[in-house]
């Protein structure tokens, strides 16, 4: 399962390929020295040692390589003060997608921290990323695994748990031999045979990589659509149990116990139980008191109808949440701190609210000789006014 995702930068995130092109043949030409667009493409991606011994191959030992490098930078920094950071088509889309799923989001580029903070900055970029690794802190730079390593080691997934986005041949070779699957959005070159085989997939733009993730939700989510679907008749039937109880019965004991506590106690437990019992960021409903939902303990408080109707939207509203962000491979996994998995959870939740709801169903049988209606396996939602008995 997919937990996180990394990013390259120059060229993937950041228009910025052409107009470091750009400066780099401003800052050749005025040395004398020509340029050529075939032999920088072939420098994209690598760090900043690996390009200054590429340029000394390609021009000549001679070559002052850093201060070209220091004029291409103003060069840059220039144009995005002036100008503003051009970030390519679909990026704020395609980051807001995966910070609303909840996925690890890493920058994995050979540009130094400096460089990344500042750019990051004038893009408003800086909030969508949980970690960095920039070139200045890794030996060897791409093709070579180690960004790539590093990544996944600051946010603690495995290889197989992330995927990465890149242009160029170098960032990769350098995904390929972490063993991290790489989709690669081409800026200035498309990947050659070699390295095209070495990908996932190859889109035209960052939007496109919103599709993949769709597509790979829903193979991932196949038991959890069926979960869904038998959950929301469950809750429609609950709902319409709560519904079908008599005002005049809501306030009644039965069992020692009035019957608004009965419900109470059903909605209760599914809130607390079908995500995590254990979570300690849990909040109870504003009226909620010690006991209140125990059948065993007496309340001198009681809940309204109206608050029992909107404490059951707020526990539909979270569960279809829940829902959405859930994963088949996450039904075996157990949720924080808690001692049973997803699934068990899930299935003890159907049994506790189906057993409740059947005594609430026996009582208002048992008052008013009518049966509150329930949903077979294929029966249609009712739709508009309906008829709540059978």
Known sequence: MIKAVIFDMDGLMID?????????????????????????????GTTIQTACQMYQEYYGEDIPFFDILAEVHQYIEDYFQEKGVPIKKG?????????????????ATSSDRYRVDKIFKLANLTQYFDEY????????????????????????????????????????????????PVICIPDMKYPEKPYEAMTYQILD???????????????????????????????WEVKNVIDCIPDELWNKEYCEMPMWKHVYHMLHSLDLWYINPRDIS?????FHEKDLNNLDVVSHQSITRQQMNDYFLSIQSKIITYHSQLTDQQLDECPSACEYDRMTLILAQYRHLHSHMGMIMGFIIAETGLWPRVLGLE????IGDYEKYF
């Open 16 to 44: 910025s390929e052409r107009l470091t092109y750009e400066g780099y043949a401003i800052a050749l030409e005025k040395r004398g020295y020509q340029d050529s667009i075939e032999f920088y493409k072939r420098t994209l």
């Open 91 to 107: 990026l704020i889309e395609l980051l807001t997608y995966l910070k609303a799923r909840q996925y690890r989001i890493v920058v």
């Open 133 to 180: 690794v920039c070139g200045n802190e890794v030996k060897n730079g791409k093709p070579h695994p180690e960004v790539f390593i590093k990544a996944c080691q600051k946010i603690s997934v495995e290889p197989s748990e992330a995927i990465v986005l890149e242009d160029s041949e170098a960032g990769i070779q350098a995904a390929y031999r972490a063993n991290i």
């Open 205 to 235: 733009s960052l939007l496109d990589v919103i599709d993949v993730f769709e597509e790979k939700m829903i193979e991932q989510k196949k038991l959890v659509k069926d979960i869904e679907e038998q959950t929301k008749r469950a809750l």
């Open 282 to 286: 849990f909040q109870e409903p504003l």
């Open 379 to 382: 029966s249609p939602f009712p």
